[in-house]
């Protein structure tokens, strides 16, 4: 009875913290559009949230350094750790903080839940993965939302609507080959020395932009901007990344990644709610049709 009751209870557990991970997930798009009511440009304001994120990855990274009964890193897991932590982490945070600055927080979440089909078109053009009735069933579903809430967004006044979309298409794509790349990796080395590694790949690659493209002056910001970045770091980095990771851990990456769908419906209400971006009919027709062409991949 009380192993029942315990396995319940990491269930349950397990449910919280993946619902919560979403949330956190869900927040950022809300906490980069707040910032941009600043004059704040993508590149700064992500090298402040990277400045802000990595001590905690720094630690993690330490501590399972100093474990005796690690797993050594081979040349091949340092190249994949490089190449993997500039794709999932660098480039897909750049184009998606650029992106945001022409699109509403909204849309941008709905392109970037579409990564499972991403994932899926990439494994059939270049792995030869199966593509058929239901994969098929599933893009058109997921497309036909993404144009309804479009063509939404079309009737608003908006410049480089198109661009903003094309950046965070961009986010989703390079998301989605890090998501394809990185299986092997993570098996061999566990997720969370993984995750801190990549991410500190990523923090460097930002630092580095950064340091090349501005003066260092250019980090000087409000303390709202101060506040808003290390937010998004806590709470929309790194305890997600570990809540994720705990929650696949006690109920399966299966029923964690539907419980993700909590995100874009989130991120909808929060949009409205702090950001005036008024919720419409099409907007929630188009997040429902996405959801349900992603719930029918996440099932298969």
Do not use: W
């Not at 209400?269 to 929630?284: K, P």
Request: charged share 10%; with cysteine.
């Amino acid at each position: 009875m009380a192993l029942f009751q315990s396995s319940k209870s990491q269930t349950l557990l397990g449910y919280g913290l993946a619902t919560l991970a979403a949330i956190g997930f869900s927040t950022k798009a809300i906490l980069v559009k707040l910032a941009y009511y600043e004059p704040v440009d993508a590149v700064s304001l992500l090298a402040l949230r990277m400045l802000f994120s990595s001590p905690f990855f720094l630690l993690i990274a330490l501590r399972h350094a100093r474990q005796k009964q690690v797993t050594p890193l081979r040349l091949k897991d340092y190249l994949a750790l490089l190449v993997l932590g500039l794709l999932g982490y660098y480039l897909s945070s750049l184009f998606d903080f650029i992106g945001l600055q022409y699109i509403s927080a909204g849309l941008e979440r709905l392109i970037l839940f579409l990564y499972p089909t991403f994932v899926v078109i990439i494994s059939a053009l270049f792995f030869g993965k199966a593509f058929g009735r239901k994969e098929i069933v599933a893009l058109l579903l997921s497309y036909a939302g993404i144009g309804v809430v479009f063509k939404d967004e079309l009737a608003l006044p908006a410049e480089n609507l198109l661009l903003g979309a094309g950046f965070v298409f961009a986010s989703t794509l390079t998301y989605a080959a890090y998501l394809i790349g990185a299986g092997e990796t993570i098996a061999r080395i566990g997720a969370s020395r993984f995750t801190a590694y990549a991410m500190l790949v990523a923090c460097a690659a930002t630092l580095m932009q950064f340091l090349l493209t501005h003066q260092p002056q250019a980090l000087l910001v409000s303390t709202r901007i101060y506040q808003l970045s290390l937010v998004m770091a806590v709470i929309s980095t790194v305890l997600p990344v570990f809540m994720l990771s705990a929650a696949i851990r006690m109920i399966g990456s299966g029923h964690t990644s539907l419980i993700g769908m909590l995100g874009p419906v989130s991120t909808l209400f929060m949009a409205d709610y702090f950001l005036g971006e008024q919720l419409s009919v099409q907007q929630i027709v188009g997040a429902v049709l996405v959801m349900l062409g992603v719930f029918s991949l996440s099932l298969k």
